[in-house]
């Protein structure tokens, strides 16, 4: 098997007492566009920063290109950032900000100018060469930040949740932006980020951390149908997380009996994606769940209607407008939800 | 507002007195003024001990502004970027010859410059003006350096910038504001300072202590027109620095 672009060893990282990453194993391919994922203090900035040798790790070793990177200096290695606040150098024009990592490596003034001129048409800033930074709009300024790190033409970018600041329809377009250009260039893109929705829409392999570990680590649509724990499911976002007891191919929620064929017996904890649930004002044939409805949220085409269950727990469906307006919703109006037998995906069991 | 206006007048009623009697041709200074002249700036500034001075103070304010800057923004910048133990400790020390009462301080300085042999030289007055002037210098750097995103020194390194490339293109642009705010400062510090130099200066006067030994024999309308040219000199010091760390860029 080829030597992947980057690969990661049991790396660690403490501060003091507190273990931000506890060891972690990864490998990451050349070309990929891979996200890591996960809640703010899950340790994803730390491994980004380690990665660029910003942070020195306590234990495990990095390898980029077959060669070991732990002790090589963060100048020294080529993986360019593009900061969650930017970082743009305020006292120089836009082209010296782009300028600079060329300048640095020693590149003389008539080649540095005209390889910024290219990126700088190419991510549609031509003509703001002289501009301050802080002259600019949201959208600019990224761009400018992300023509500065891939100027030098590096073989991979980091990317430290840099869309976080943007208003949600400059993210949109961003997400396109940058899904083109990863795609163009055919570079490794290490995207970090909590947002659920930016990585699903523009990585090939997402990787979920919590507490400083890897939870899990697949396709996003792999990750959203079949959540390792409820860790996951819980973090993916728009699932419903049953817990019960499994008996002879049916489990038991809170009293209510639930085909689920083919699961081994005891303890289980299943999740169902909210657009595999069937919302309906009768009892249906099958087996269902009887739940009060609390509120509805228009996401895009979609409607997600939130539900309290028999057990109190909350429970989310995704139906048309055209259900809705069928279904009439009213907070306090009792309906029941139901899904097709192989929509429940069982999750191993966190204590 | 109206309380403001007494205040400010209050302050600045003697040094605007003074500057009046510095043009006033009459001996002493009484009302109703007498013509107006520049004859005691002539006679001022063809005593070749005020010159002498001039040069000294000019000398020991630019030496004691560049070290003291220097110190101060090397200073802040640990602050900045480390963290140690007894760091509080350390930025407390750094931060104290401010709170030494002058003449302590001018009789220690006294007493330790002339075991080194440098009392009453120029080189003693500059060391003792830039342990004076250093702590504000490193105030208004450390100030400076709060404002700096954390993300911006480490993007240079990213960069392909080395530690020290860092500092030079990135964290010193950052803060020239208040490294130039700093150096104006301290020079006014330095320029204005008399009780410690009164000590150490020996026969290398500055100008502050050369007004006192013109004054101590006569009051002399002279004085006056010294007085009027220190104050412009670290008013216009002072102003610039204030201009530079208020200064705000517009968005």
Redesign the interface.
Known sequence: MAEPLVRLTDLKKSYGNFEAVKGIDLEIAAGEFIAIMGPSGCGKTTTLRMLAGLEAPSGGEIFIGGERMNDVPAHERDTPMVWQSLALFPFLSVRENVEFGLKMRGLPKRERRERVAVWLERLGLEGFEKRRVDALSGGQRQRVALARSLVTEPKMLFLDEPLSALDAHLVIRMQGVLSKLQKDLGITFVYVTHSQSEAFAMADRVVIMGHGEIVQTGRPKDIFRAPRNRFVAEFVGRNNIFAGTVAGGVINVDGTQLPLPGAADGPAEIVVAADRMTVSLERPNTAALEAEFVSEEFVGTAIICYFEGPGGEELKAQVTERELELLAPEPGKHFFLSWEPDAPHVMAVTS | MLYLAIVFAFVFAPIITSMIFSFNSDRFPTVPLGEFTTHWYETAFSRPEVWEAMQNSLIVALTAATLSTALGFATAYTDYRYNFRFKSAYIALALLPPTIPLVIMGLAMLAWLARLGISGTLTGIIIAHTVMAAPFAMAICRLRLSQM?P??E??????????W??MR??VV??C?PAIVSAFCLTAAVSFDEFVVAWFVSGLNKTVPVVILEILQGNVDPQINAIGTFVFLTSMTLVVVAQLLITRR?K?
């Open positions: 995103d993300a911006l480490a993007a240079a390194w990213n960069l392909g910038a080395s530690q490339r860092a293109s990135v642009p950052f020239l860029r968005a």
